[in-house]
């Protein structure tokens, strides 16, 4: 039985045009992010993970006070929150804001808790014009795809396909130069801009101790979306919180060098609050939208609570051997590469798509080249483990716990361990030459589609072993043991 | 009198776990291994009612056999002194998953990480423990070498294979792009996904070839068994060998 899933992954695996965007894109995103973290220009590279990660730890450990701090620091400075229970609460939060203040056009820049609350497409049915302003979203707003890269919107599209996209929708004349695409984009653009009456943006980081937004960028567009409309709205997950301005040190350092392998992004900004006296830029009203949409059942299991931890760098995928092959609309959900398989099945349920946390090989790159120190493949197994727990309690005969049942009752009595390798070694050996097989039976059948497979050894390890011991006095362990005591 | 765990330390003993997969498919490699450390002035044991470090059922979900397999593990090498393992993953599930296995009971979880201090990779513990280099091996090939995953991330080996390649008269490494990069062979995930799996195989098998080596070494059975397959497949002439192969031969 395949998945949709699965489906999608043989897909993705078949197209090798994809497969050669994918992998020249992160492969540029990887070298870049090896420079910029490499011990010779940043030395104290491995304490800035060790540090991001204790001060989210620390911080997700006590989340529910540092989010009455910052209600408490926005509505000082004269700005709302608005706290929303999950998607529809958060959508219709947006709605009811751009109703009371009477927006028809929304600018948004790059924001993935938009993407997981479906933002646009509601906006879109209740008469608000929704427009993404990031570049990358912006072509994937055009193409109505979602993103492929938590990054890089439209990684997966070559200049080709975007000069392409903007004939078919824009009807310009046909240009593939990178530059020319940007000032397209950048024109319809900037009519846009100049038209909204809101301004719609996620959250890099939410400042605990200030109540500051902070948002990085490299295009300019965000510094836009937030200061140009006369409506800011910031939507952000609960677990976006850091205690203290001072954080950032930390946190800036590895954002742009683990996303993009940049020392540090073009624009970093600090918004707090609407626009105040003597302030010439800025909006009239500022909203906080402080989303859960199951983070907080993420936050009751202390085993798998640091997925909360992530600042979505895209780092993970960019050096995933299995996203880097099946690319990011394969996964299920908003989220793709690693960070998606271990959060996906955190927010949607265990059973959406049991096949996600195993689409793994556990290699542990992800793991490695993470800012905050998720143990990505630890989450996978932790996973697993409840996936299966699940399948187990619905199903009394279910036939993979069954085989683990039988693995675990021989592997815990060596003699029927060893007659087992060595009846099968008398069964097999009478059918061939101990060649390795090239067609196996039913459970060995997908391995050999494509590899062959080892036979069985004529003589197992530990028979060659008391062979070649029987005369120097090779003593059982449990006879071992007992001489051992006696001595 | 030394306190146990310097007596341990320092002992001259050493207990193999081959591995399930050794044992019953790859007993050469066990006994390259054995050679390789009586070379190197060890006494090797084997306690025959050894059997799996519980891997597979932990990978694949199913943690309570993992952990039944694990507490019998622990049993059969209590009171060995050193255990050496011709695999990083293996190693690695019981130095540091069985922590995880055991974390509702305290006894067999400090039990589990005592006996993980007494747990090596084979290179790792020729190069740390034995502070060896040279076992005076010779293999007069052109060579590449894979780094397997749980060995270099969860281990962190990544220069000990190559320091006692280095020294292996007549031998010349010839390093592959993205070496680093797993084979795709991840236990059960190489049948349950086999398709994904077999892409990934695909890109390791160019690196391997890319090289113009005539062997592949590695440290672990199960990424050799999947190249080897691989390979096999392909018609390819590339040989497959466990660096304590290349080690035993001179
Ligand atoms: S899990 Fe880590 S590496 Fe992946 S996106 Fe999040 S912070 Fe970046």
Redesign the pocket.
């Known amino acids: 039985m395949s998945t949709a899933f699965q489906k999608e992954i043989h897909v993705a695996l078949g197209d090798l045009k994809l497969q050669k965007t994918i992998t020249t894109a992160t492969d540029r995103f990887s070298e870049k992010r090896l420079d910029v973290v490499a011990p010779n220009v940043l030395p104290e590279y491995q304490e800035l993970r060790d540090q991001a990660h204790h001060i989210k730890r620390h911080t997700i450990d006590h989340l529910d006070y540092y989010l009455e701090t910052v209600e408490a620091r926005v509505q000082s400075r004269g700005g709302h929150v608005v706290w929303c229970a999950d998607a529809e609460a958060a959508v219709n939060a947006v709605i009811a804001i751009a109703r009371k203040h009477d927006a028809k056009l929304a600018v948004k820049s790059k924001s993935m808790v938009s993407e997981e609350i479906h933002l646009n497409d509601a906006l879109e049915k209740n008469g608000i014009e929704p427009v993404e302003t990031d570049l990358g979203e912006y072509i994937q707003q055009l193409a109505r795809e979602r993103p492929y890269h938590?990054v890089a919107p439209a990684l997966h599209k070559t200049r080709g396909d975007v000069a392409d996209l903007f004939v078919e929708k824009l009807g310009v004349e046909r240009n593939e130069e990178p530059e020319e695409l940007t000032q397209v984009a950048r024109r319809v653009l900037r009519r846009k801009f100049l038209n909204a009456d809101m301004g719609i943006s996620g959250a890099n980081f939410v400042v605990a101790e200030s109540g500051a937004v902070v948002l990085v960028e490299n295009e300019g567009n965000i510094r836009m979306t937030t200061s140009a409309p006369r409506i800011h709205v910031a939507v952000a997950g609960i677990e976006k919180l850091i205690p203290r301005a001072t954080d950032l040190a930390v946190f800036l350092k590895l954002l742009g060098r683990?996303g993009s392998g940049q020392p540090i992004t073009s624009y970093t900004s600090f918004l707090s609050g609407p626009r105040r006296d003597g302030e010439i830029n800025g909006p009239d009203e500022f909203y906080l939208l402080l989303v859960d949409n199951g983070r907080t059942r993420v936050l009751a299991d202390k085993e798998k609570r640091q997925t909360l931890y992530?600042?979505?760098?895209?780092?993970?995928s960019n050096v995933c051997p299995v996203y880097r092959r099946i690319g990011g609309h394969s996964y299920p959900g908003t989220y793709s590469g690693?960070?998606g398989a271990i959060l996906t099945p955190q927010f949607a349920g265990l059973g959406h798509e049991p096949t996600l946390p195993f689409a793994s090989s556990l290699c542990g790159a992800?793991g490695e080249?993470?800012?905050?120190k998720?143990d990505?493949p630890r989450m996978l197994l932790a996973l697993r483990r409840d996936i299966k727990k699940g399948e187990a309690r619905e199903n009394r005969w279910l036939p993979e716990k069954l085989a683990f049942r039988g693995w675990s009752w021989v592997m815990r009595r060596p003699r029927v361990f060893e007659w087992a390798g060595f009846f099968a070694q008398a069964f097999l050996s009478g059918q061939d030459d101990h060649s390795w097989v090239r067609t196996g039976p039913a459970l060995l059948a997908p391995w050999t589609a494509t590899r062959d497979f080892p036979p069985l050894a004529p003589r197992s390890f530990r028979e060659l072993w008391r062979a070649r011991q029987s005369s120097s006095g090779w003593i059982p362990t449990h006879a071992a043991r007992k001489q051992k005591k006696d001595a | 009198m030394l306190p146990i765990a310097l007596e341990r330390f320092m002992s001259t003993r050493v207990s193999l776990f081959v591995t399930c997969l050794v044992d019953q498919f790859f007993p050469r490699i066990g006994l390259a291994m054995s050679d390789v450390l009586e070379r190197v002035g060890y006494e090797c044991e084997f306690r025959r009612d050894q059997t799996c470090c519980g891997q597979p059922a932990f990978n694949s979900g199913f943690t309570g056999e993992a952990r039944e397999v694990a507490r019998y593990f622990l049993k059969t090498f209590e009171d060995a002194d050193h255990i050496i393992v011709p695999s990083g993953s293996c190693s690695s599930m019981i130095r540091h998953h069985f922590a995880d296995l055991f974390h509702k009971d305290t006894g067999a979880q400090k039990a589990a990480s005592e006996l993980g201090t007494r747990v090596y990779e084979f290179t790792e513990f020729l190069t740390s423990v034995a502070q060896i280099d040279d076992v005076g091996a010779r293999y007069e090939e052109v060579v590449t070498f894979h780094d397997s995953c749980h060995a270099l991330r969860e281990l962190g080996i990544k220069s000990a294979p190559r320091r006692l390649l280095e020294n292996v008269r007549g031998l010349e490494l010839r390093e592959m792009k993205r070496v680093e990069e797993c084979c795709g062979f991840g236990g059960t995930f190489s049948v349950k996904l086999s398709e994904l799996s077999s892409d990934m195989l695909n890109g390791k098998i160019q690196s391997i070839v890319a090289t113009g080596a005539s062997s592949v070494i590695g440290l672990d059975a199960s990424c050799l068994m999947h190249i080897e397959g691989g390979l096999r497949r392909r018609g390819l002439p590339v040989r497959t060998l466990h660096l304590a192969e290349v080690l035993a031969s001179r």
């Open positions: 938590i683990s992530c600042i979505r760098c895209g780092a993970c690693p960070i992800c080249v993470c800012p905050v998720i990505i």
